[in-house]
């Protein structure tokens, strides 16, 4: 166990809906990290937020909006969803930025 | 930029050993990782090593760093079924007070009993 907690666990929904995947990093940690994983694209870095501001920007859609909440929590968000968003979607935590990463088991996300 | 490559697979016999490789374009990296992934599990850290060193050991794996060639591995002696995964490199960068982060593409690793 990581620490890092992801929910939820899987996620069945619709093209064209909006879904919000939520992390808890682990305890004292300030970076988290979202990463979407796809059989066909691999690991991809979204984006990286550091004590509530966004510190680094990857592969990120504009339909994809994340933020990290003053108690440290971070939330997702997923907008005008497609069949190639589903994905893994993983959150890592560390403790300032460029250190090792810890990763929370992902949530599976479905759009049918 | 930076960029971290491997192969996308590899395939031993249990008992044998494997060797992971891994290649970086940064010179500027200061930590260097090694991740492992199981099926629907996120990514492990497994081992890391620091980029002043040649050569890292831990129980059955053992960390080269070739930092002229930029190229790292990750062997695996006696690899047992359980090894079987994803094994993810990635090198840490970056100066200003900011580092980064960057995750090769992953190389699945099937043992064969």
């Known amino acids: 166990d990581s620490g890092v907690t992801q929910t939820p666990k899987h996620l069945i929904t619709a093209t064209g809906q909006r879904v919000t995947l939520r992390c808890s990093p682990r305890?004292?940690?300030?970076?988290v990290y979202w990463y979407q994983q796809s059989l066909d694209q691999g690991l991809q870095f979204l984006i990286h937020y550091y004590n509530g501001e966004e510190r680094a920007k990857g592969n990120i859609l504009e339909r994809f909006s994340a933020q990290q909440f003053p108690d440290l929590h971070s939330e997702l968000n997923l907008s005008s969803l497609e069949l190639g968003d589903s994905a893994l979607y993983f959150c890592a935590s560390s403790a300032g930025t460029g250190h090792e990463q810890f990763f929370g088991p992902g949530t599976r996300l479905t759009v049918l | 930029g930076e960029d971290v490559e491997q192969s996308l697979f590899l395939s031993v016999r249990e008992g044998d050993s494997s060797v992971i490789n891994c290649t970086y374009t940064?010179?500027?990296?200061?930590?260097l990782y090694w991740y492992k992934q199981e099926p629907g599990a996120g990514l492990q850290l497994l081992t890391y090593?620091?980029?002043?060193?040649d050569m890292k050991q831990d129980q059955r794996l053992t960390v080269l760093l070739n930092k002229k060639d930029k190229h790292l591995s990750l062997r695996i002696a006696d690899t047992q079924t359980g090894d079987s995964a994803i094994y993810f490199c990635a090198e840490s960068t970056g100066s200003g007070g900011y580092q980064k982060v960057t995750f090769g593409t992953g190389t699945k690793l099937q043992v064969i009993p």
């Open positions: 090593i620091f980029s002043n060193m």
């Open positions: 940064d010179s500027s990296s200061t930590y």
């Open positions: 305890s004292g940690d300030l970076s």
